[in-house]
């Protein structure tokens, strides 16, 4: 792996440094984040393109990433030009455990390592602490600087910003007062992307789903 | 789609017709940048004859616009038709770049 793709920097960001596993807040989202950051890997790699109704293939050439590949071949069978949105849904609730997928590359990388943890010495779990931290920090630091420097940011970090926003992420490493300060500004730079505007919106639908399963509960 | 390009007045003004999309953006990002590579940090794009803006589209205008304002000048963009308004409005483009009606008005806003 040259090189991070924003699938990857969401799920380093998503993990808790201290229990190697996805952070609470952001498990019933990471999925969404993950769809949502292969089909931004795949705009910037100029071999897809979006509009406010449809999402189709510029250029079906492999961009020599299995996750990737994948997706974009996925995407160039479909005839039907749906929307970001489906597209997400689609990676995202259909095509197994996105997230392991994920953590398991990142370890092939030699970014996380797998340890496998006893909890309460009955229960195992597999624990995925960083190596170094040095791509969470640099994401991290990337992310900062785009909550609270008004410059105008680069495409990559302004879609690492909606995934981090739409994930949990946001609320993770700031403070509440800071995220009440950012709030303008946030929503300001996650409108720029449209898959960006769409993975919030799959985020939203999920927020509702549980809501609603929530009030239906049986007391 | 076409690029038209003409300096006056210290502002580079591109007059582009038809689609901006993922094919045809490289081609409008290179011309933008030439302007601004030579010198030339104030640019306006006429946009009166753009039928269909992509996100790969407004990828290029948000880069060109954030390398423009490095350069201490900026990026205005003048005479959106009503799809390609649509768009803009969605992103929000108008809060970080001045969309104005008309060519005049972007002088203006580029300090003319």
């Known amino acids: 792996m040259e090189h991070l793709t924003l699938a990857d920097e969401i799920v380093v960001l998503m993990l808790d440094d201290e229990t190697g596993a996805i952070r609470p807040l952001c498990a019933g989202f990471a999925n969404v984040a993950i769809a949502g950051g292969i089909l931004m890997e795949l705009a910037l790699l100029a071999r897809i393109d979006t509009d406010l109704k449809s999402l189709y293939v510029i250029d079906p050439k492999p961009v020599g990433d299995e996750m990737l590949d994948s997706a974009l071949q996925e995407i160039a069978a479909e005839p039907r030009h749906d929307g970001s949105k489906s597209w997400i849904r689609h990676f995202a609730f259909h095509k197994g455990d996105l997230t392991s997928h994920v953590l398991e590359r990142l370890v092939r990388a030699g970014i996380l390592r797998a340890e496998d943890r006893r909890l309460l010495w009955m229960f195992s779990r597999r624990a995925y602490p960083q190596n170094t931290g040095r791509e969470e920090r640099e994401a991290k630091g990337r992310l900062l600087a785009v909550v609270f420097d008004d410059a105008i940011p680069s495409p990559r970090d302004t879609l690492l910003l909606s995934l981090a926003d739409s994930s949990g992420v946001l609320d993770a490493i700031l403070s509440a007062d800071e995220l009440r300060k950012a709030s303008k500004r946030i929503e300001q730079v996650v409108a720029f992307e449209e898959i960006g505007r769409s993975v919030k919106a799959v985020e939203a639908e999920i927020r509702l789903q549980i809501e609603i399963a929530s009030i239906a509960r049986p007391m | ?112």
């Open chain 2, 1 to 112: 789609m076409d690029i038209n390009q003409e300096v006056t007045d210290g502002m580079a003004v591109y007059r582009v017709t038809g689609r901006i999309d993922g094919l045809t953006s490289p081609d409008l990002e290179q011309a933008l940048s030439s302007s601004i590579n030579g010198g030339t940090s104030r640019v306006i794009l006429d946009m009166r004859a753009v039928t269909y803006i992509s996100s790969a589209g407004l990828r290029c205008i948000l880069s060109t616009a954030k390398r423009a304002k490095a350069g201490q000048g900026g990026l205005a963009v003048f005479g959106l038709q009503s799809a390609v308004n649509e768009v803009f409005e969605a992103s929000g483009f108008n809060t970080v770049l001045p969309v104005v009606s008309d060519e005049n008005e972007a002088r203006l806003r580029l300090g003319a």
